[in-house]
Nanobody, 114 residues
Framework: QKQLVESGGGLVQAGGSLKLSCVAS????????MGWYRQAPGKQRELVAF????????TYADSVKGRFTISRDNAKNTVYLQMNSLKPEDTAVYYC???????WGQGTQVTVSS
């Protein structure tokens, strides 16, 4: 069964850090580009970060550049999102995505208090 399972969300104060994880199963993870998206209440889902298969080459939304880092461990079928210097506007549900498989995780809530 193909699935993505996110973890690591929670409540943090502004300026704090969180690290999200997304474990993939049922897909050839090392061959998949992977993305992290987020959706805040009343807003459209937006791309946060994207990492290319077989490498650590990545791209970021302007709003998170210099604060967030996406990485992957192909041996663990896992993609990570390290989030530093968090701001209240980063509050959202964060989703993992494997676009080639049209696969989404269930989401993990990140709440940043001011």
């Amino acid at each position: 069964q193909k699935q993505l399972v996110e973890s690591g969300g929670g409540l943090v104060q502004a300026g704090g850090s969180l690290k999200l994880s997304c474990v993939a199963s049922g897909i050839l993870f090392s061959l998949n580009n992977m993305g992290w998206y987020r959706q805040a209440p009343g807003k459209q889902r937006e791309l946060v970060a994207f990492i290319i298969s077989g490498s650590q080459l990545a791209t970021y939304a302007d709003s998170v550049k210099g604060r967030f880092t996406i990485s992957r461990d192909n041996a663990k079928n896992t993609v990570y999102l390290q989030m530093n210097s968090l701001k209240p506007e980063d509050t959202a549900v964060y989703y993992c995505n494997a676009p080639a498989n049209r696969l989404w995780g269930q989401g993990t809530q990140v709440t940043v208090s001011s």
